[in-house]
């Protein structure tokens, strides 16, 4: 069973720091495309940033680049959101994400399973 666990939410205010966890079990993590996904109050979900699995190539949305690095440790089947230079429009539940059908970052809408969600909110 595919299971995702994300950490590392919270308060902060602007222009600060946090850096987001989540742990993947259940697949063969390596192999495939991992992503980040953030959904704010009354808006629908959108892809932040996704990885692939083996040359850590990446990908970001606009509205983070420059501000937020994804990585991925295979050995500990963890992937990382960290998010600097934070805005109050940054804040939203993030979730973490897996294609389990493409090594890279295909598309946003390929990755169906899905953690939690970690909330993160940012005042100003």
């Known amino acids: 069973e595919v299971q995702l666990v994300e950490s590392g939410g919270g308060l902060v205010q602007a222009g600060g720091s946090l850096r987001l966890s989540c742990a993947a079990s259940?697949?063969?993590?390596?192999?495939?495309?991992v992503a980040w996904f953030r959904q704010a109050p009354g808006k629908e979900r959108e892809g932040v940033s996704c990885?692939?699995?083996?040359?850590?190539?990446?990908h970001y949305a606009d509205s983070v680049k420059g501000r937020f690095t994804i990585s991925r440790d295979n050995a500990k089947n963890t992937v990382y959101l960290q998010m600097n230079s934070l805005k109050p429009e940054d804040t939203a539940v993030y979730f973490c994400?897996?294609?389990?059908?493409?090594?890279?970052?295909?598309?946003?809408?390929?990755?169906?399973?899905w953690g939690q969600g970690t909330q993160v909110t940012v005042s100003s």
């Open positions: 994400a897996l294609d389990n059908r493409h090594y890279y970052c295909s598309g946003y809408g390929w990755y169906d399973y």
């Open positions: 259940g697949f063969t993590f390596r192999d495939y495309s």
């Open positions: 990885i692939n699995s083996s040359d850590g190539s990446t």
